[in-house]
């Protein structure tokens, strides 16, 4: 079945430093993914919606110049934390949308960040 | 946009009773809405799907029910077992749209023995 390759799977960052995580589809091509965000004992809260070769479109709360979306191809897509404090600290989830079967999505394993 | 509500928040089951999950949404043009499962600190793993041209669908001891009239549905475990436990999140998305998934707010189901 489809792969979606999420990484890195845990990390641990300073405050005030910058984390990529990257999300990428193995076996399917994917023109939109979609990062989540999800605290503790809370539901998956979408952030952004990341579309190959142009802009994402963020959530309403979700600031645009600290949460960097870039998606240049249609396999990859990276989300930079930046200038990371504390309260970013969360799971973040990529998923995938396969091109060619617009109902599937496909979910990577998650990176939990760790702000100190 | 879409508001999904779910509910109950938290269910107890002894082992081989049913376990039901109810969720409403409110955008009228959804058309997809699949369950998920996560354990803790994994992935959600998609466990059954339905779209909005059929009203019910089953695999093995898990169903979905869909009433698109009230704008709700339901899922349904069978003869629950002690690795249902799990938090179980449904969600309802606009195909067309752009599969923007909407999440309900997750019941954390556990089975007792």
């Known amino acids: 079945g489809a792969v979606v390759s999420q990484h890195p799977s845990w990390v641990i960052c300073k405050s005030g430093t910058s984390v990529k995580i990257e999300c990428r589809s193995l076996?399917?091509?994917?023109?939109?993914m979609f990062w989540y965000r999800q605290f503790p004992k809370q539901s998956l809260m979408l952030m952004a919606t990341s579309n190959e070769g142009s802009k994402a479109t963020y959530e309403q709360g979700v600031e645009k110049d600290k949460f960097l979306i870039n998606h240049a191809s249609l396999t990859l897509s990276t989300l930079t934390v930046t200038s990371a404090h504390p309260e970013d600290s969360s799971f973040y989830i990529c998923s995938a949308r396969d091109s060619l079967d617009s109902g599937s999505l496909h979910f990577g394993n998650g990176t939990r960040l760790t702000v100190t | 946009g879409e508001n999904v509500e779910q509910h109950p928040s938290t269910l107890s089951v002894q082992e081989g009773d049913s376990a039901v999950i109810k969720c409403t949404y409110s955008d009228s043009a959804s058309n997809y809405f699949p369950w998920y499962k996560q354990e803790l600190g994994k992935r959600p793993q998609l466990i059954i799907d339905?779209?909005?041209?059929?009203g019910e669908k089953k695999d093995q001891r898990i169903a979905v029910t869909l009433n698109k009239t009230a704008k709700h549905f339901s899922l349904h475990i069978t003869e629950t077992q002690p690795e249902d436990s799990a938090v179980y999140f449904c969600?309802?998305?606009?195909?067309?749209?752009?599969?923007?998934?909407?999440f309900g707010t997750g019941t954390q189901l556990k089975v007792e023995l």
């Open positions: 076996d399917f091509q994917a023109t939109t």
């Open positions: 969600a309802a998305t606009f195909t067309g749209g752009g599969n923007k998934l909407t």
């Open positions: 339905i779209r909005s041209n059929v």
